[in-house]
């Protein structure tokens, strides 16, 4: 079964910092591109971030919401994708999910997202 | 970045009901257009892919349409089980882009 499994959501203060991952299984994650994708409290979707397979560079992608304090990275020998964000606010305050995509392609599937609560 | 405007916000109709959400992308998108559904508390899943591709699983009474910058999701004959929230996404620039939400309700 195709499956992406996020964890590493809490409760964090502004200005700090929180490290997600994504586990994925049932493919060979090496080959795709891999999303961020987040949805504050009762609000729509957002699209945070991508990050290309290493056919493509690894390169990377940001919504302007959370450049230069987000940072999307990946562990091919490890199956899992990670999401480090620095410099957290309050409007960061969303589940998180990841999610498997491709070049000029959609997200699926998505994970069961994890909530990252950014308050003092 | 291309703004994707879903509508309506909130559709309320009945089980056995024909109905259609639109989303117009700011700018011509090509074929680059998925659809998803959430339901409460889940992760969304992707109905349509490619504006008219039917994810596998997913049953026949959902159909995708439209071209350029207009776009329409259409569910033939409710079920029960479509009440939820219906969000379409646009993947051909970055950012990548999500219309804002349509939540179909029982009447």
Wanted: net charge neutral.
């Amino acid at each position: 079964e195709v499956q992406v499994v996020e964890s590493g959501g809490g409760l964090v203060q502004p200005g700090g910092s929180l490290r997600l991952s994504c586990a994925a299984s049932g493919f060979t994650f090496s080959d795709y591109y891999m999303d961020w994708v987040r949805q504050a409290p009762g609000k729509g979707l957002e699209w945070v971030g991508r990050i290309r397979n290493k056919a493509n560079s690894y390169t990377t992608e940001y919504a302007a919401s959370v450049k230069g304090r987000f940072s999307i990275s990946r562990d091919d020998s490890k199956n899992s994708l990670y999401l480090q964000m620095n410099s957290l606010k309050t409007e960061d305050t969303a589940v998180y999910y990841c999610a498997r995509s491709g070049s000029y392609s959609w997200c699926d599937p998505w994970g069961q997202g994890t909530l990252v609560t950014v308050s003092s | 970045d291309i703004q994707m405007t879903q509508s309506p916000s909130t559709l309320s109709a009945s089980v056995g009901d024909r109905v259609t959400i639109t989303c117009r992308a700011s700018q011509t998108i090509s074929s680059r257009l998925a659809w998803y559904q959430q339901k409460p508390g889940k992760a969304p899943t992707v109905l349509i892919y490619e504006v008219s591709s039917l994810q596998s699983g997913v049953p026949s009474r959902f159909s995708g349409s439209g071209s350029g910058t207009e776009f329409t999701l259409t569910i033939s004959s409710l079920q029960p089980d479509d009440f939820a929230s219906y969000y379409c996404q646009q993947y051909n620039s970055y950012p990548l882009t999500f219309g804002q939400g349509t939540r179909l309700e029982i009447k």
